[in-house]
């Protein structure tokens, strides 16, 4: 299988800071990336499609000037948690896919666990 | 949009016995139906997928069977082992929309052995 990184897997940070979460594919281009965000014991909901070199598209009631996408290349896409406080504690999770037909298997980030204090 | 609703949202088995999950999809364009298994604080993994044109697909334990016209899709494990136990999910999405997953609630599944 494909492998996609994330980091970091864990972060602390006070509120009213930023935060930025990194998506890698690692042994595969990916022109569209997807963030998720999961709360404990709670499906994954997706936030937004991350479109390299356009803006990225966001789900219904996800606010884009808190959660930023920029994906800047191929194989990586960031996604910064602005102003943070402590409701946006949560477990941030990005997936992609190699793309075209039949190669539509998501893989999955580790998972980012952020903590607002 | 694309709705997916699972059932149960916690399943109890005893080692040996067969799970059964039950997942409904609301988007007739979607085609493409994944399986994950998400052990805690862990990535999803997939466990199987099935396609639009396929109504049944097994991997040694694990099944699924896809009702395209009842527009439902089920997981089954035969012979339930206690590392098993995990929570499991099922999505839908369009092959064309380049994998916008839309998932279901989840499953909590316990094998008490």
């Known amino acids: 299988g494909a492998v996609v990184s994330q980091h970091p897997s864990r972060v602390i940070c006070k509120s009213g800071t930023s935060v930025k979460i990194e998506c890698r594919s690692l042994?595969?281009?990916?022109?569209?990336m997807f963030w998720y965000r999961q709360f404990p014991k709670q499906s994954l909901m997706l936030m937004a499609t991350?479109?390299?070199?356009?803006?990225?598209?966001?789900e219904q009631g996800v606010e884009k000037d808190k959660f930023l996408i920029n994906h800047a290349s191929l194989t990586l896409s960031t996604l910064t948690v602005t102003s943070a406080h402590p409701e946006d504690s949560s477990f941030y999770i990005c997936?992609?896919?190699?793309?075209?037909?039949?190669?539509?298997?998501?893989?999955f980030g580790q998972g980012t666990r952020l903590t607002v204090v | 949009g694309e709705n997916v609703e699972q059932h149960p949202s916690t399943l109890s088995v005893q080692e040996g016995d067969s799970a059964v999950i039950k997942c409904t999809y609301s988007?007739?364009?979607?085609?493409?139906f994944p399986w994950y298994k998400q052990e805690l604080g862990k990535r999803p993994q997939l466990i199987i997928d099935?396609?639009?044109?396929?109504g049944e697909k097994k991997d040694q334990r694990i099944a699924v069977t896809l009702n395209k016209t009842a527009k439902h899709f089920s997981l089954h494990i035969t012979e339930t082992q206690p590392e098993d136990s995990a929570v499991y999910f099922c999505?839908?999405?369009?092959?064309?929309?380049?994998?916008?997953?839309?998932f279901g609630g989840g499953t909590r599944v316990l094998v008490k052995p």
């Open positions: 099935i396609r639009s044109n396929v």
């Open positions: 997936s992609a896919s190699r793309g075209g037909f039949k190669n539509t298997e998501a893989f």
């Open positions: 988007d007739s364009a979607s085609n493409y």
């Open positions: 991350s479109n390299e070199g356009s803006k990225a598209t966001y």
């Open positions: 042994d595969f281009q990916a022109t569209t």
């Open positions: 999505a839908a999405s369009r092959e064309a929309a380049g994998n916008k997953l839309t």
